[in-house]
């Protein structure tokens, strides 16, 4: 596996507190960017769509 880029939303701002994702091996990663070396959850692309859908129809 190559090396894994994290991102998170522009909407954190500088406190940094919220999820981060990144893509590896046909999974959505997610982690806490507080704690970046804890737990990390993989979920399929599709749960994370109908996540992202869920939240932005709010």
């Known amino acids: ?8 939303s522009s909407h954190s701002g500088q406190v940094g ?3 981060e994702v ?3 091996n046909d999974r959505v990663l997610i982690r806490d960017s507080k704690a970046p070396d804890g737990g990390v959850i993989a979920i399929s692309p599709e749960t994370w769509r109908s996540f ?5 129809e709010g």
């Open 1 to 8: 596996m190559g090396e894994i880029v994290w991102r998170k």
């Open 17 to 19: 507190d919220c999820v």
């Open 22 to 24: 990144a893509t590896a």
């Open 52 to 56: 992202f859908r869920s939240v932005k």
